[in-house]
């Protein structure tokens, strides 16, 4: 696969996977990416111009879309609107972003015969009790709780309907939650980060019980590749790292880590519907595709992960009065 269109590309994960495709393999590529709020231009910087070309653009315009998968040996599809919360407040352009998107791309993949990779998230599933042995797996019934999850449950099922009825060269990942730089401060991780540099005490939805299974971009990304090469037409991986860990003692880890008393932070309103425990069951990846997680040591990669914010203030800088007010008026 020499030519790769990745869509979402400037996003937080899309672009990890850029620089991956850059550092790992030969392959040229082209991004499609609208360059919503989420988006980040300087994520692609200082990449090879022969290696790495922006396409300014919408997933659900088929005009656009149509000759950049005609020239493409795949697409890797990760764009789409990301942000539970957002959802919340307006569904939406997660309807027309992360269905009819999808659904523009199937279409074109279809007419033009070009592998298709898409991307999605464990919240597809649902959420399980804190005290379930279980975790999630392939086999685990669709089961989605936000504006978000639902999307891209529909999303996926579109992909599933493309392969079986079209015969379209399909996968499919379920991913759990990722970490790392460049992730827009609006999430979880970096909005603690960035404030407790601003002084600002971390925020805690609700009691702060419930569970994320925490993996680095790094390795989303290698398993990615890793089921774009090996993985089987029309079939489904989970990815995850074995990373649950609650919110509480996530944002104790930040507090202690940054030099502040562990109890130093504020519980604000839950999120409506608030899934309370995602954990993933990747044995599937690893056992038929030999991928296997490098980054696990999750109070090693806070530390990166906090430097990054420390050193690259410039780049969040201007996104966070607008993030916080926007929780202010929600009282989180
Ligand atoms: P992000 O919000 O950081 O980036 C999304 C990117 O998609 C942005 O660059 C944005 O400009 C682009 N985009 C949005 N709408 C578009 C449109 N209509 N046309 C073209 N580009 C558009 O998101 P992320 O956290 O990097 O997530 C990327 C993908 O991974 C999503 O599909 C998400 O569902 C999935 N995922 C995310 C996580 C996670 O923890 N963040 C976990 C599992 C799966
Ligand atoms: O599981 C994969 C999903 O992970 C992806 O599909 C989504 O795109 C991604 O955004 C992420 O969803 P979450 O809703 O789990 O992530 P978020 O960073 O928004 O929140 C993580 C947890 O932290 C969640 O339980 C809500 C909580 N939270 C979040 C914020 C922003 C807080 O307690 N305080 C906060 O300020």
């Known amino acids: 696969m ?6 979402g590309g400037a996003g937080f994960i899309g672009s990890n996977f850029v620089h991956y495709l850059v550092a790992n393999t030969d392959a040229s590529v082209t991004v499609l ?10 994520s692609l910087a200082h990449l090879p111009a022969d290696r790495v070309r922006l396409v300014v653009g919408d997933i659900a315009d088929a005009s656009v879309v149509d000759p950049l998968v005609a020239e493409a040996d795949a697409v890797v599809h ?16 997660f309807v027309t972003t992360n269905i009819v998107g999808t659904f523009t791309l199937l279409e074109a993949v279809r007419k033009h015969g070009v592998r298709f990779h898409h991307i999605s998230t464990d919240e597809v599933y649902g959420d399980l009790e804190l005290d379930d042995p279980q975790r999630f797996t392939e086999q685990t019934p669709y089961n989605p709780s936000s504006p978000y999850s639902s999307t891209k449950a529909g999303s996926d099922l579109l992909v599933r309907a493309w392969v079986r009825s079209f015969g379209v060269q399909a996968t499919i990942s379920n991913c759990s939650n990722n970490y790392g730089p460049w992730q827009h401060i609006e999430k979880f991780i970096p909005r603690q980060i960035t404030n407790l540099i601003d002084g600002v005490r971390p925020k805690l939805y609700g009691a702060g019980l419930n569970v994320r299974d925490w993996i680095h971009a790094d390795d989303h990304s290698s398993a990615v590749w890793t089921i774009l090469n090996k993985g089987a037409i029309g079939e489904t991986y989970l990815i995850g790292a074995d990373g649950e860990v609650n919110n509480l ?25 608030h899934d309370l425990r995602y954990a993933i069951d990747s044995t599937k990846l690893r056992t038929e ?3 296997k997680p490098q980054f696990q040591d999750f109070e090693a990669g806070m530390v990166n992960t906090i430097a990054w914010y420390r050193d690259n203030e410039a780049w969040w800088r201007p996104k966070k009065a607008a993030v916080e007010a926007t929780y202010a008026a929600q009282g989180q």
């Open 249 to 273: 003692d996530t944002v104790k880890l930040i507090l202690r880590l940054m030099g502040h008393d562990e109890n130093d932070f504020e519980h604000v309103n839950d999120r409506a519907g």
């Open 78 to 93: 990760y764009a789409a609107e990301s942000h539970n919360d957002n959802s919340l407040n307006d569904p939406s352009p």
């Open 2 to 7: 020499n030519k790769i269109l990745v869509t």
């Open 289 to 291: 595709l030999g991928w």
């Open 33 to 42: 990416d609208k360059l919503t709020y989420a988006a980040s231009r300087e």
